[in-house]
T-cell receptor, first 114, second 114 residues
Framework: NAGVTQTPKFQVLKTGQSMTLQCAQD?????MSWYRQDPGMGLRLIHY???????DQGEVPNGYNVSRSTTEDFPLRLLSAAPSQTSVYFC?????????????FGQGTRLTVV | QQQVKQSPQSLIVQKGGISIINCAYE??????FPWYQQFPGKGPALLIA?????SEKKEGRFTISFNKSAKQFSLHIMDSQPGDSATYFC?????????????FGQGTTLQVKP
């Protein structure tokens, strides 16, 4: 099993450019989420999904769009990149609401917006 | 508004010593409290987790202590080893352990000196 796979691992964007961060999981998990990690701020939830076709906003959704057309994939779109979106982005997946469930994280995408 | 507050920001411990990281939360609806460990360049990985119906959970050298009335929980690492050097995050979620929607603390960078 590959687990949670994120691509690309590194990306440099110019202000105003758009791009999509890819996330795929092969564990048939219901729940998928996107977080950003910034120094001194921990991980903050951007968007999450409880199943195909269902998404909702997290703590810091502005500037990001998501969709979930399949169970496996949960791409994160930056429509017009800003320097404030420079961060490390993590995708996570889990079975859903149950006892002792675990969220599995990808290796991250380091994004720099110049 | 930081719903989960973590301290200290950084911690240096001698090999064999005890590492203690503390977290406090505000939302009484939280019902699942995991700790994640992250090594440089990697995604976070679940270390240990607790539910509020128990006051302590131990797995090997790692123990979570939970104080529901004080809305605090802590991670104790006994016999700390250099391989434990990493960043540790506490987190919380509500809705019977909805791990699609984790709220993280700010993180603690632990260095264990040989």
């Amino acid at each position: 099993n590959a687990g949670v796979t994120q691509t690309p691992k590194f990306q440099v964007l110019k202000t105003g450019q758009s791009m999509t961060l890819q996330c795929a999981q092969d564990m048939n998990h219901e729940y998928m989420s996107w977080y950003r990690q910034d120094p001194g701020m921990g991980l903050r939830l951007i968007h999450y999904s409880v199943g195909a076709g269902i998404t909702d906003q997290g703590e810091v959704p502005n500037g990001y769009n998501v969709s979930r057309s399949t169970t496996e994939d949960f791409p994160l779109r930056l429509l017009s990149a800003a320097p404030s979106q420079t961060s490390v982005y993590f995708c996570a997946s889990s079975w859903g609401v149950s006892r002792d469930t675990e969220a599995f994280f990808g290796q991250g995408t380091r994004l720099t917006v110049v | 508004q930081q719903q989960v507050k973590q301290s200290p920001q950084s911690l240096i411990v001698q090999k064999g010593g005890i590492s203690i990281i503390n977290c406090a939360y505000e939302n009484t609806a939280f019902d699942y409290f995991p700790w994640y460990q992250q090594f440089p360049g990697k995604g976070p990985a679940l270390l240990i987790a607790i539910r509020p119906d128990v006051s302590e959970k131990k797995e090997g050298r790692f123990t979570i202590s939970f104080n529901k009335s004080a809305k605090q929980f802590s991670l104790h690492i006994m016999d700390s080893q250099p391989g434990d050097s990493a960043t540790y995050f506490c987190a919380a979620s509500s809705g019977s352990g909805n791990t699609g929607k984790l709220i993280f603390g700010q993180g603690t960078t632990l260095q264990v000196k040989p």
